[in-house]
């Protein structure tokens, strides 16, 4: 894995920037196997964990949503809930996902939808996730 050890990255929703909590992510290799090696990208704060699939003899990149998550253990914030919300439900209905490497091209990565997820407009969605995190934090 050499170079992508530890390399920071960047994910972006095509053609939008990198939101804040997904800028300057370290990129961890976390097993593999059959020419396919599973990575996870982490934001600064290591409140989220978005999870990749390299399948190096297709030489394709995949989006691993059940991989990926906010870690409930840590103080979460709504910056967080947001930008992961977003990107959960912007995946769901097939957005172009980029992995931006300093230096290199970036890399489109293929979406691998969960079964049994229905989607839901990603606004609506943030919305949802951020009154309901509100009222978490209000109890």
Same mark, same amino acid.
């Given at each position: 894995?050499?170079?992508? /050890?530890?390399? @920071? +990255?960047?994910?972006?929703?095509?053609?939008?920037?990198?939101?804040?909590?997904?800028? /300057?992510?370290? %990129?961890?290799? +976390?097993?593999?196997?059959?020419?396919?090696?599973? %990575?996870?990208?982490?934001?600064? #704060?290591?409140t989220i964990v978005l999870g990749f699939?390299?399948?190096? *003899?297709?030489?394709r990149m995949h989006t691993q949503l059940?991989?990926?998550?906010?870690? *409930?253990?840590?103080?979460?914030? =709504?910056?967080?809930? =947001?930008?992961?919300?977003?990107?959960?439900?912007?995946?769901?209905? @097939?957005?172009?996902?980029?992995?931006?490497?300093?230096?290199?091209?970036?890399?489109?990565?293929?979406?691998?939808?969960?079964? /049994?997820?229905?989607?839901?407009?990603? =606004?609506?969605? +943030?919305?949802? *996730? %951020? =009154?309901?995190? #509100?009222?978490?934090?209000?109890?």
């Amino acid at each position: 894995m050499g170079a992508l /050890n530890g390399a @920071n +990255v960047s994910v972006r929703l095509w053609p939008d920037q990198s939101p804040k909590q997904f800028k /300057n992510m370290k %990129l961890l290799p +976390v097993g593999g196997g059959n020419g396919v090696v599973k %990575l996870f990208a982490v934001n600064e #704060r290591e409140t989220i964990v978005l999870g990749f699939a390299m399948d190096v *003899a297709a030489g394709r990149m995949h989006t691993q949503l059940d991989e990926s998550g906010m870690r *409930a253990d840590l103080d979460i914030t =709504e910056e967080d809930v =947001e930008d992961f919300t977003r990107y959960f439900h912007s995946v769901i209905g @097939n957005r172009t996902v980029e992995l931006v490497i300093d230096g290199v091209e970036p890399v489109n990565c293929e979406v691998v939808i969960p079964v /049994n997820i229905l989607p839901q407009a990603p =606004e609506e969605a +943030v919305a949802q *996730a %951020l =009154e309901r995190f #509100r009222q978490s934090k209000a109890v």
